[in-house]
C-alpha cells in the first residue's frame, strides 16, 4: 500500500508526521453529555469503559480538551466547522442554523474522494439545522414522537444508531469518513438492563458503560473487516454534565469545567499511546483531520492542528474561548462570555470569576475580587470581535415543531426576548441559578408523575419571580396534559397581565385561547403579539385558525399564508391552510384554489405522512374533483393511521355508498356511530341511522 510521508514545520521547527495510509478513513464518534471522569481511561472511580479505553491504549488521550459551548448543536457546529460561536453564529439549540457558505469537514473530505456519513440520534442535531452539509448520508431517523410516554422525549438509542452506521460501513469500498453522534447519557438518565440495575445509584454513569458496549460492536467490525489499522479514530463528548456541581442539575446554564471540559482520544496509524497535559478544543479537531490525512485545510480555521502531540511536542499555549448564552438569548438573563490560557480560566458576568486551574480545576476558588480584570476583559472583546465575527449569521426562525420538540428536553425556547443593555448582579446566572435548578426539579416532579409536588415548584417560581416566562409555559403544559384547561389558562393569564411585552408569554396565552374555543379574546391578544414580533409561524397559524372557525375565509387565507411564508414545511399548517382553500374553493366556485389545496394537502403529507387529518383533507379535494377512488384512498389511509377518525369514517362511508359497495359502506357508518357514541345529537344520529337503512336495502 502507497504511503505519504508528511514532514511540516511547526513554530519554526521540524517534526514528522505518522506515516499515513493513503486511503486512511476518518471515524468521528461524539457521545452526548459526557464527563471525562465517566471514562475508565481518565478515571476508573465511576464505571468502566472498556472499548473506549482501548481505542485510548493504543492513541493519545488529552487530559484538558474543552469545549467552546455546553450544548448540543453548537458544540458540534464548532467541531465541524472548526470556528467558535463568534464566528458562526450558532449559539444554542432553536434558533440557530449553520449557513451554507461555511465549509464543514464532511465538504473538505467529499472533495478529496471521502464517501461521508453521519448517523446521529436526537433532535437537536435534526438536518434542518444545516449539519447535514458534505454528507452523501445524513441519517437522523430518530423517532418522531416519544420513546418513552413517562419523559414526553424522543431519541434514537446508541444500538440503533450505531446498528445504522455499522450498515452503511459494511458496504463502503473506498475511504470514508462517518460521523456518529449518540445521545444516551444526555437527561433523563434511563439505561437499558442490565446497566439499569448495576447503576442503579449512578444511572448517568450506566447511560455511558451502554454507550461504551454499543460502540464496541463498531470497533469490532473494525478489527474483523480490515479497518482499524487504516482509520483514525476521534472519540469526543459535546459537553459534560454538571450532576450537582456549583448548583446546575445539567448542562448549557452555566460553564465550568464539568460542562466544558470534555474527553478527547485520537488513535490511528502510526500514533503511539500518549497522555497530553496541554490545554487543547474542539476547534482544533478540524485542523487535525486535514493535516493527519494529508488535505489541505480551508483558509480561516480557527484551531490549531494537534499532530506535533503526537511525536511528543509541545503544543503551542492559546486562549480558548467559551460561552454559555441559553440564558441570555430565552430569558433575558446575563450573557456568559470567558476563556482559558496559560492554567486561568476568566469568566465574564455581571460578578466576574477568575480560577487558577492548575491549582483549583474544579473551580472552588473565585480570584476575581483581588485581581485587576482590565487585562482579562480586553482579550475576551478581542475573542469575540475578530474581523471574522458575524454574531448573527447562524439566525432561524423558530418553527412550532422545534419549539414543541425542545420542550420536551427542558429547554423553553422564545422567539424573541426583550434583553438589558446592561447587567447587574440581580441578572448574574450564580444569583438567579437557584431558580433555574428549582425549575429543572419541577419538570422532573412531572415527568415522574409528582404533579402536586411539581405545580407547588411552578407556583413558587412564579412568586420569587413574576417575569421569569418558563415557570408559567411548564405548568400551563402540565394543566394542558391533566385535562385542566380553566386552570391552565388561568396560569398563562398571570403570566400576559404580569409581563405584558414579553412575547413568549403574550404569544402563549393568546394560542392557548384560540385552542380552548375564545376565539375573540385570543385573536385580539395574538394580533397585539404580531405588533411586536411578526416572524412566528404558530402566531399567523392560531389566527388563521380562529379566523377560519368564525368563518372569515378572507383573513383565515391571509393569516395562513403568512404562517406558510414563515414556515413552508410545516405539516399542521399546511394542513389547516388546505382546509381553508377547500372551503373557499366550494364557496366561489373556485377551481384554482382547489388545485391550491390539492399541492397544499400533499405538500403536509410529504412533511409527515403519519398525519391523519391531511390524509382525510385530500381525500375531500380528490372528491370534489370527481376522482372518487383516490378519495376513498385517501379516506382508507387516513383510518389506518387512526381507525377511530370520524370524518374519514363519514366520508368514506359516503363514498363507497355512492359507489355502490354498501356492505363498506355500512361497515364505515356503524364504526362511525361507535366511535361518536353519546356525543352525537338526535339530528346527526338520525342521519347515520338513515344512511345505514339505505347500505341494508
Given at each position: ?335 456568559l462570555h470567558g476563556y482559558l490560557e496559560n492554567g486561568k480560566k476568566f469568566i465574564d458576568l455581571p460578578i ?75 441578572d448574574d446566572l450564580k444569583t438567579l441559578c437557584p431558580l433555574d435548578q428549582k425549575l429543572t426539579i419541577a ?255
Open positions: 500500500m502507497k504511503k505519504l510521508a508528511l514532514t511540516l514545520f511547526f513554530l519554526g521547527g521540524l517534526y514528522s508526521l505518522p506515516a499515513v495510509a493513503a486511503e486512511t478513513n476518518l471515524l468521528l464518534i461524539t457521545i452526548d453529555t459526557l464527563r471525562p471522569d465517566r471514562l475508565s481511561c481518565y478515571n476508573p472511580k465511576f464505571v468502566q469503559t472498556p472499548e473506549l479505553d482501548a481505542v485510548a491504549a493504543r492513541g493519545v488521550l488529552f487530559e484538558k480538551a474543552f469545549a467552546h459551548t455546553p450544548m448540543t448543536l453548537p458544540s458540534h457546529a464548532n467541531i465541524l466547522l472548526g470556528l467558535t460561536p463568534p464566528v458562526h453564529g450558532v449559539s444554542e439549540n432553536s434558533r440557530s442554523v449553520v449557513v451554507g457558505d461555511f465549509t464543514t469537514l464532511a465538504e473538505v473530505l467529499k472533495q478529496n474522494g471521502y464517501a461521508t456519513g453521519a448517523f446521529v440520534s436526537a433532535f437537536p442535531l435534526d438536518s434542518r439545522f444545516g449539519l447535514d452539509q458534505g454528507f452523501d448520508v445524513y441519517d437522523d431517523s430518530y423517532p418522531a414522537k416519544p420513546t418513552d410516554p413517562l419523559f414526553n422525549y424522543s431519541e434514537r438509542t446508541a444500538e440503533k444508531t450505531v446498528a445504522a452506521a455499522r450498515a452503511w460501513l459494511a458496504g463502503q469500498k473506498g475511504k470514508w469518513f462517518c460521523w456518529i453522534h449518540v445521545w444516551d447519557p444526555h437527561a433523563p438518565y434511563i439505561p437499558p438492563e442490565p446497566f439499569r440495575t448495576k447503576y442503579a445509584k449512578d444511572l448517568y454513569s450506566g447511560e455511558v458503560a451502554y454507550a461504551d458496549r454499543e460502540m464496541g460492536k463498531l470497533l469490532a467490525d473494525g478489527k474483523a473487516n480490515g479497518w482499524t489499522g487504516k482509520t483514525l479514530v476521534v472519540v469526543t463528548g459535546d459537553h459534560g454534565e454538571s450532576l450537582g456541581e456549583h448548583g446546575e442539575a445539567t448542562h448549557s446554564y452555566f460553564a465550568y469545567n464539568s460542562t466544558i471540559h470534555v474527553p478527547l482520544i485520537i488513535a490511528g496509524p502510526g500514533i503511539k499511546a500518549a497522555r497530553i497535559k496541554d490545554a487543547v478544543s474542539h476547534v482544533d479537531l478540524f485542523p487535525t483531520a486535514c493535516e493527519i490525512l494529508g488535505i489541505a485545510p480551508p483558509a480561516g480555521l480557527q484551531g490549531k492542528s494537534l499532530a506535533p502531540a503526537f511525536s511528543g511536542k509541545s503544543l503551542e499555549a492559546r486562549p480558548i474561548y467559551f460561552e454559555a448564552l441559553e440564558a441570555y438569548l430565552n430569558r433575558g438573563w446575563a450573557p466576574p470569576e477568575l480560577y487558577d486551574l492548575d491549582k483549583d480545576f474544579d473551580e472552588k476558588a473565585n480570584l476575581a475580587s483581588g485581581t485587576d480584570l482590565a487585562a482579562y476583559k480586553k482579550k475576551l472583546e478581542a475573542l469575540r470581535q475578530s474581523p471574522a465575527a458575524r454574531p448573527t449569521q447562524g439566525n432561524r426562525r423558530v418553527d412550532a415543531e422545534t419549539r414543541d420538540r425542545l420542550r420536551s428536553l427542558g429547554y423553553l425556547v422564545s422567539p424573541v426576548t426583550k434583553v438589558k443593555s446592561k447587567f447587574g448582579p440581580a419538570e422532573a416532579y412531572r415527568r415522574t408523575g409528582k404533579i402536586a409536588e411539581s405545580v407547588k415548584l411552578y407556583e413558587d417560581l412564579i412568586k420569587a419571580k413574576p417575569d421569569f416566562a418558563a415557570p408559567y409555559d411548564f405548568l400551563y403544559q402540565l394543566y394542558r396534559q391533566q385535562n385542566l384547561l380553566d386552570e391552565g389558562l388561568s396560569v398563562l393569564e398571570r403570566g400576559y397581565k404580569a409581563n405584558p411585552d414579553n412575547y413568549i408569554l403574550v404569544a402563549g396565552y393568546g394560542i392557548a385561547l384560540v385552542k380552548a374555543g375564545r376565539l375573540d379574546a385570543g385573536t385580539a391578544i395574538l394580533e397585539k403579539a404580531a405588533g411586536s414580533y411578526d416572524q412566528d409561524a404558530e402566531l399567523w397559524n392560531s389566527l388563521g385558525i380562529a379566523a377560519f372557525q368564525k368563518g372569515n375565509l378572507t383573513k383565515a387565507l391571509d393569516y395562513f399564508q403568512r404562517a406558510i411564508a414563515l414556515a413552508p414545511g410545516d405539516a399542521l399548517i399546511n394542513d389547516n391552510f388546505g382546509a381553508a382553500l377547500t372551503r373557499n374553493a366550494l364557496k366561489n366556485k373556485s377551481a384554482s384554489d382547489l388545485d391550491r389545496a390539492l399541492a397544499v394537502y400533499q405538500a403536509s403529507i410529504a412533511a409527515d405522512p403519519t398525519l391523519a387529518s391531511a390524509h382525510n383533507g385530500l381525500g375531500g379535494v380528490y372528491m370534489i374533483m370527481g376522482r372518487r377512488d383516490e378519495a376513498i384512498q385517501s379516506w382508507e389511509k387516513a383510518l389506518a393511521l387512526n381507525p377511530n377518525y370520524d370524518m374519514a369514517l363519514y366520508n368514506v362511508g359516503l363514498a363507497y355508498l355512492g359507489k355502490g359497495e354498501k356492505d363498506k359502506a355500512l361497515k364505515s357508518f356503524r364504526a362511525y356511530l361507535k366511535v361518536r357514541g353519546l356525543s352525537m345529537t338526535e339530528a346527526e344520529r338520525a342521519e347515520i341511522n338513515g344512511l345505514i337503512q339505505q347500505c341494508q336495502k
